[in-house]
C-alpha cells in the first residue's frame, strides 16, 4: 500500500459548550467533547441499553473555531470529519498522561451543524462548513439538505419538461 488513511467521522452531540484559547503563536483552539451513543435491545430481557463514548475534538482551523463557536452549544447535534490524534502532557499531580482527541487540521476537516439553530426550524436544518485546501466547501449542503426555497424552481413558464428541452440537441 503506497499510503495510509487517518480518517475519522462521528455524529454526536456536544457535551459542553466550546471552549476558546489562544496558543502562544496566536493560533485559537476550539475545544469540547462529543458524545457519540450506541443503543440496542439486551435479547434476554428485551431491555434497552445505551453505551456512551466520549470524544475530545480541537479544531485548528479558524473558520470552523468560529462556527462552533458562535452556533454549537451544549447538546448540539453535529457531523464532524477530523483526524485522530495522540499527544501526551503531564498532569497536576506529575504523572505522565496519554490522551487521543479528534483534530480538525488547519486545512482539513468538516463541519455539518444537524439542529436548527435554537431550536427554531427554518434558520438553518443543515450547514456544512470544510476546511480544504483549495477553499473547502464552507457553507455548502447537499440539494437534499437545503429548505425548500433554496432548492431549484421550476424554470418560468411551467409545463412538462420535454416542452421546455431545445430540441436541436445533435445527440
Avoid at 440496542?40 to 485548528?60: A, L, M, P, Q, V
Avoid at 452549544?73 to 464532524?80: A, D, H
Avoid at 479528534?102 to 431550536?119: A, N, P, W
Wanted: glycine share 12%; charged share 30%.
Amino acid at each position: 500500500m503506497a499510503g495510509s488513511v487517518n480518517k475519522v467521522i462521528l455524529v454526536g452531540n456536544l457535551g459542553r459548550d466550546p471552549e476558546v484559547r489562544t496558543l502562544p503563536s496566536g493560533d485559537r483552539v476550539v475545544s469540547f467533547s462529543l458524545a457519540t451513543t450506541e443503543s440496542w435491545r439486551d435479547k434476554n430481557t428485551g431491555e434497552r441499553k445505551d453505551r456512551t463514548e466520549w470524544h475530545n475534538i480541537s479544531i485548528f482551523n479558524e473558520n470552523l473555531g468560529r462556527i462552533a463557536e458562535q452556533y454549537c452549544r451544549k447538546g448540539s447535534k453535529i457531523y464532524l470529519e477530523g483526524q485522530l490524534a495522540t499527544r501526551e502532557y503531564t498532569d497536576k499531580d506529575g504523572n505522565q498522561r496519554k490522551v487521543t482527541d479528534i483534530v480538525l487540521q488547519r486545512f482539513r476537516g468538516e463541519l455539518t451543524l444537524l439542529d436548527s439553530k435554537g431550536g427554531r426550524d427554518g434558520d438553518y436544518d443543515s450547514q456544512s462548513f470544510g476546511g480544504r485546501e483549495s477553499g473547502g466547501s464552507f457553507g455548502r449542503s447537499s440539494p437534499m439538505e437545503r429548505s425548500g426555497s433554496e432548492r431549484r424552481q421550476p424554470p418560468a413558464g411551467g409545463g412538462r419538461l420535454s416542452d421546455q428541452l431545445d430540441d436541436d440537441i445533435p445527440f
